[in-house]
């Protein structure tokens, strides 16, 4: 079955320190690959995107995802965290195989604090 | 440009009460998703539309939920009886194109006492 897990539920991480949020994806082909962030009482924010090509895609206020289809991983990075980076963030994968009917699974987010 | 805008923000009801949302996608967007987020649990997908039809309501629970998106621009969400297992973020989204990223509204929090 299609899934996708982001394995922690709260990453801690201090404030100029390198941040990671880990994905994995269990979807077959040549899925698309999001990342959203989502800030209280607001609605889910698009981050950056892995279509095709560079392995290395960059996206907004920072951020950065490394995609490694051998692990099947979509790791979400950024060098050096801020205060307000302390957010929701979502994993999501698109399937593009007509088979699986072009559905988007999103994770079940994980909790980033940044402490100054 | 205005994003997606839902409304309510916030509705509390009685069970077995009806309720309905309605949400104004991004103009030029054909793709619409309606989505229902529990607390600490991602999105999960109840319909999606390419322009006024849908194209995937395998998750829409038909017994009591309905949904229409007529001349393929705004869109409602309804519910006839809700339910207390109900009550959830009702997120609307919107894309260009299904296989680009959707732009998220801020979600209408459904409240069944």
């Known amino acids: 079955a299609q899934s996708v897990a982001q394995p922690e539920d709260q990453v801690n991480v201090a404030e100029g320190n390198p941040l990671t949020v880990k994905c994995t994806y269990s979807?077959?082909?040549?899925?698309?690959l999001f990342w959203y962030v989502q800030y209280p009482n607001r609605g889910l924010q698009f981050l950056l995107k892995?279509?095709?090509?560079?392995?290395l895609v960059k996206g907004s206020y920072g951020f950065e995802a490394e995609f490694n289809k051998s692990q099947t991983s979509f790791h979400l990075k950024k060098p050096s965290a801020l205060v307000s980076d302390s957010a929701l963030y979502f994993c999501?994968?698109?399937?593009?195989?007509?088979?699986?009917?072009?559905?988007?699974?999103f994770g079940a987010g994980t909790r980033l604090f940044v402490k100054a | 440009e205005a994003g997606v805008v839902q409304s309510p923000r916030y509705k509390i009801i009685e069970k077995k009460q009806p309720v309905a949302f309605w949400c104004n996608p991004i103009?030029?967007?054909?793709?619409l998703y309606w989505y229902l987020q529990n607390l600490g649990q991602g999105p999960e997908l109840l319909i999606r539309?390419?322009?006024?039809?849908?194209?995937?309501d395998s998750q829409l629970p038909k017994d009591r939920f309905s949904a229409e998106r007529l001349k393929g621009v705004d869109s409602t969400l309804k519910i006839q009886p809700a339910e207390l297992g109900d009550s959830a973020v009702y997120l609307c989204?919107?894309?260009?194109?299904?296989?680009?990223?959707?732009?998220f509204g801020q979600g209408t929090r459904l409240t069944v006492v």
């Open positions: 999501a994968v698109r399937d593009t195989r007509n088979t699986g009917g072009f559905k988007t699974i």
């Open positions: 539309y390419e322009n006024e039809e849908a194209v995937d």
């Open positions: 103009s030029g967007h054909n793709t």
């Open positions: 979807v077959s082909g040549n899925p698309y």
């Open positions: 989204a919107s894309s260009l194109k299904s296989n680009t990223e959707a732009f």
């Open positions: 892995y279509i095709t090509g560079d392995n």
